[in-house]
Nanobody
Framework: QVHLEESGGGLVQPGGSLRLSCAAS????????MGWYRQAPGKQRELVAT?????????AVADSVKGRFTISRDVPRNTVWLQMNSLKPEDTAVYYC???????????????WGQGALVTVSS
């Protein structure tokens, strides 16, 4: 059993900042990739930022948030953070944490999702 605990969402004015955190707990053998996706009303879920969890981090960031959002990780604590600066109304969405965790039954990495954190950017 794996659980992803997210925190840090809320209401912020345009130009403001928020920091999301996500910690994975439970029986975790190995994490391959961990990061954030978001889903705005009426839109499909999209990648925001992800990082690999072994060796030098390989980071992927959506063009729409480059230069404003930063992902960081703490491997021993199975935790990632998303620092969001210069927030815009179009950043309003539910932000989901995802961790691809090794599953002994299948012998592969399975996607695990958090419950989602609502971020609202509005004046």
């Amino acid at each position: 059993q794996v659980h992803l605990e997210e925190s840090g969402g809320g209401l912020v004015q345009p130009g403001g900042s928020l920091r999301l955190s996500c910690a994975a707990s439970g029986t975790i053998y190995s994490i391959n990739v961990m990061g954030w996706y978001r889903q705005a009303p009426g839109k499909q879920r999209e990648l925001v930022a992800t990082t690999t969890f072994t060796g030098i981090p390989n980071i992927a960031v959506a063009d729409s948030v480059k230069g404003r959002f930063t992902i960081s990780r703490d491997v021993p604590r199975n935790t990632v953070w998303l620092q969001m600066n210069s927030l815009k109304p179009e950043d309003t969405a539910v932000y989901y944490c995802r961790a691809d965790i090794f599953d002994v039954n299948s012998g592969g990495y399975l996607a695990n999702w958090g419950q989602g954190a609502l971020v609202t950017v509005s004046s």
